[in-house]
């Protein structure tokens, strides 16, 4: 093999040996020369993340533009201006820019991902070159380089691992695992999943403890967090379902509309005799009805109001139509590490030969209770339990300190537990210090799997306390502690301890003793090697936050399923889960099960199983895909840079905002910003809001583009001049739009808005109830409006008087229009519905006075082509309008009676 086309043709360098690793990467533990590597990092470049490809700020704003609907509003206002009749031109053009401004602002969502994922990476590496050890930037190591790794040091690129001292490397960003994992020289097997390679350092992760020398087998895009990186590029985000369903919505009425245009067009031409030109404005006036131009400016408002609301409840919305999305979620994919559970370990149970015994409290607040069989314990009458605690804090280099009423942990995660555990049992860790100053340490080494202290009081007493791997310390131990004696150990026994232990998923560790006397100074190996006192085993977890529990408990109760995703052990996760009540107990289903699955065996499990364990990025990305492809909408939660993939891929992606990665929070559309699960319930709760009130405002605008079309159809058929023109059509559209469906943004969420199953995304946003109720009121409207235009005419008016009656009309029968519309089948006059929402009001009041200004303003008249009423006219117009709002009520009781029976 090439020593330069190793990062094409090998992976699995946990797999084999040292010496074949160095041999086919075609170096030596001197390390390159310098000119081998000058060269190779001529031919494979740099170690930095290739950059991705991002919209220019003028592609984002066209892009809003790409609509079937601004199409046709465009080509209308194309030829409009061509006909000369540039005021009606240039409004339809300013609308245009308007919504395209409107959302392009709205939806700013920088693609800052990859540069996060960048910005991870190590800047610079101690290094072996020419026999030599040398610092060099990061980005100039290449592949065969030997690198040393020292606690602190962030890993610069994916190694394999050559020698190891007491080495631990922090890689819960990358696997979800959340203790630190200790590393070795030795190979691993090669179907090994990424948590378990144990002899390799990957790039980006954080080395904790210890020493190693590694030898680099893949730089840049090679290394995995590069294969994070390329599988986010390649990740194409979703559209929502809404916005599929406008999208369809939209062509179904661009093509509706256009015929209908058309046909009237060429029935003026044809019947009537009416000029092309006129015939051609008449078709705009149309078009210009029946679009409903205000609806994307009302849209995108709604949401931008959802979004503030959301803020308010901790949630935070990077991508407007993430919030209409929540509503229709059916599953929510969570990883477990630092979003169902706290990322910090805890010591829930201690073992001593008295029996086990529970421990409360979680984190590392040092309040909880030692209880047994539910009861909590005095201390004073178990003196092994409390020997056992205070030779956890006292064989511990961790410090706990106190932060803004935070208990924030200075070292290991294992002996940060450790150390909560004995101050839960009273004990003060200065007393304990001073009282036993530690003499001599053998710290913890991954070869001998434990980590020993001597220490001696003042009076010269002398112990060893010792804490590691039970089966290590199994061995070394020939007594176990009783009471106040000490008997023959039995290991029986205590193997039973760990099984129970394990069953819950969690990670023992076993503390033994040995006495001394007061002239042993200095700890050896031989000391402690024989003849422990084995004090108990103490069990410990990364527990579930509380508020996560009972916010799974409000999902399911709303229809929705829970399914944990993590890179953590498969007893792990099922143990959580029972905790939380996510799956049952059993099923699991492992990332080494999901490798060998084709996509098509994966859809066929995906739903049944909720507990999903050591999984790669690619393995929640391919859940979350299976998930969509069987039809859910798929809310993914995350916090590591492992979960990227699968956060851009998911219809509304949720990172932690405190204890996420930046990388997360980049791909993510909504970021929890106090990182608590139960902020989901509340978003979701929101977004169903937020979807309600939407088709409130759906309900009430299109009726009123379908009264505007039916009023300049009936034009057309029966002859006569148009009672509204398209520029007055275009003010009715925009300003009824931002002002009254404005106001039913802000409904409150319905009392049984989070009891009743998600919708289902393919349903369509017409229903047979709605495609009802636009029609039934488009007619109302149309009716009243014609009638008056057409009386007025009738009685000598002008044309610029009867259109202005007809505009007002118009507008009045959606004031009133506007009491139906915040209910879609209960009564408005039974739920407050006249003056429950004082936004609606001020909308009214709003209306009111712009209305008066279309009316009587010089400039406003010059504009629109109107002029000023009557009072006696106004009288007539309000009794007209105001019928709208009893006919949809008898229409809603019978339809209400209807469905009764």
């Not at 007619?779 to 009243?784: A, E, K, P, T």
Request: proline share 3%.
């Amino acid at each position: 093999m090439s020593t330069l086309d190793h990062n094409a043709s090998f992976s699995a360098w946990h797999s084999i040996n040292q010496a074949d690793v160095l041999e086919k990467l075609g170096t030596s533990p001197d390390g390159l020369s310098q000119s081998e590597a000058e060269l190779r990092l001529t031919l494979h470049g740099p170690n930095l993340l290739p950059e991705g490809k991002t919209r220019s700020p003028l592609a984002r704003f066209f892009s809003q533009c790409h609509n079937v609907l601004i199409y046709v509003l465009m080509v209308a206002a194309c030829i409009t201006a061509f006909l000369g009749h540039w005021i009606d031109s240039g409004v339809i053009f300013g609308v245009v820019i308007i919504n395209a401004i409107i959302g392009f602002i709205q939806e700013g969502k920088a693609e800052d991902a990859l540069r996060a994922i960048k910005q991870m990476l190590s800047s610079s590496a101690l290094v072996m070159r020419d026999g030599k050890h040398v610092t060099l930037a990061a980005k100039d190591l290449v592949v065969g380089d030997i690198i040393f790794l020292q606690s602190g040091d962030k890993v610069p690129a994916d190694c394999r691992l050559l020698k190891t001292k007491s080495l631990k490397i922090q890689e819960s960003a990358l696997t979800g695992e959340s203790v630190a994992v200790e590393k070795q020289e030795g190979e691993v097997a090669e179907d090994a999943v990424l948590g378990d390679r144990y002899s390799m350092a990957f790039s980006s992760t954080l080395v904790t403890y210890g020493q190693g020398t590694g030898v680099v087998v893949a730089t840049a895009s090679k290394t995995e967090i590069g294969q994070i990186n390329a599988l986010l590029s390649q990740v194409k985000t979703l559209t929502t379902p809404l916005l599929r369903q406008l999208t369809a919505f939209g062509q179904l009425l661009t093509g509706i509309i256009v015929a209908v245009a058309l046909l009237t067009m060429t029935f003026g031409v044809f019947v009537h005799g009416n000029s092309m030109s006129d015939m051609f404005m008449a078709a705009v006036g149309l078009a210009v009805a029946a679009i409903p131009e205000g609806l994307p400016a009302i849209m995108t408002i709604t949401l931008a109001i959802g979004v503030q609301r959301m803020a308010k409840r901790q949630a935070i919305i990077r991508l407007l139509p993430a919030v209409e999305t929540l509503g229709a979620v059916t599953v929510i994919c969570t990883d477990k590490t630092g979003t169902l559970t706290r990322n910090e370990m805890t010591v829930t149970n201690v073992a001593v030969a008295g029996g086990l015994f529970d421990i409360s409290g979680v984190g590392y607040d040092p309040h909880g209770t030692i209880s047994s069989n539910d009861k909590d314990i005095d201390l004073s009458h178990y003196s092994t339990v409390k020997e056992l605690m205070k030779s956890a804090l006292l064989c511990n280099d961790a410090h706990l300190k106190k932060d803004n009423d935070e208990w924030v942990l200075q070292g290991d995660p294992t002996e940060g537990a450790l150390l909560t555990l004995g101050m839960k049992a009273g004990l003060d860790v200065n007393f304990e210090q001073e009282a036993w100053p530690r003499t001599d340490i053998i710290p913890f080494e991954s070869q001998h799997q434990f980590m020993a202290t001597l220490h001696h009081d003042h009076t010269g007493q002398g112990v060893s306390y010792i804490k590691g791997a039970p089966e290590r310390i199994f061995t070394m131990c020939a007594y176990q502690r009783a009471g106040v004696k000490d008997e023959a150990i039995d290991l029986g026994y205590w193997h039973a301890q760990i099984e129970v232990m394990a069953r819950r998923g969690q990670r023992v560790l076993a503390i033994a003793c040995k006495k001394s006397h007061e002239a042993h100074r200095d700890l050896t190996f031989s000391d402690i090697e024989h003849d422990l006192t084995l004090l108990g085993l103490v069990g410990m977890i990364d527990p579930p936050r509380q508020e996560a529990t009972y916010a799974v408990m409000q999902c399911q109760s709303a229809g929705i399923k829970v399914k944990m995703i993590t890179g953590d052990h498969a007893v792990t996760a099922v143990a959580i889960g029972s905790q939380m009540n996510i799956g049952d107990g059993e099923a699991v289903l492992t990332g080494h099960e999901i490798e060998v699955m084709t996509d098509e065996e994966l859809r066929t499990v995906v739903n049944d199983i909720d507990i999903f364990a050591r999984s790669s990025p690619e393995h929640k990305l391919r859940l979350v895909q299976a998930l969509q492809a069987l039809g859910h909408v798929v809310a993914m939660t995350g916090d590591g840079v492992n979960d990227a993939p699968a956060l851009k891929r998911a219809d509304v992606g949720t990172a932690m905002g405190k204890n996420g990665t930046e990388v997360a929070k980049d791909a993510a559309e909504m970021v929890l910003a106090d990182d608590r699960f139960s902020s989901i319930v509340d978003a979701v709760e929101e977004g169903r809001t937020v979807y309600d009130n939407l088709k409130k405002a759906i309900l009430f605008i299109l009726p009123t583009n379908g009264g505007e079309a039916l009023i300049i159809i009936a034009a057309i058929l029966m002859g006569t001049m148009l009672p509204i023109t398209p520029v007055q059509i275009l003010w009715v559209n925009m300003i009824t739009a931002v002002t009254l469906a404005l106001a039913l943004a802000f409904e409150p969420p319905e009392s049984n808005v989070m009891l009743r199953a998600p919708r289902n995304p393919k349903e369509p946003l017409l229903t047979p109830l709605f495609l009802w109720r636009i029609a039934f009121v488009s007619v109302i409207l149309m009716v009243g409006t014609f009638s008056l235009f057409l009386w007025y005419q009738s009685q000598g008016a002008s044309i610029e008087y009867a259109r202005t009656v007809a505009v007002n009309t118009l507008v009045m029968f959606e004031i009133f229009y506007l009491f139906n519309s915040r209910y879609i089948r209960d009564s408005v006059l039974s739920k407050q519905g006249l003056l429950g929402n004082r936004y609606a009001l001020f909308a009214i009041s709003c209306l009111l006075l712009f209305q008066l200004a279309f009316t009587y303003l010089s400039p406003m008249q010059h504009l629109f082509g109107t002029i000023g009423l009557e009072i006696n006219t106004w009288l007539l117009i309000v009794l007209v309008s105001s019928t709208v709002l009893f006919l949809v009520e008898i229409e809603k009781y019978v339809i209400r009676q209807f469905n009764s029976d």
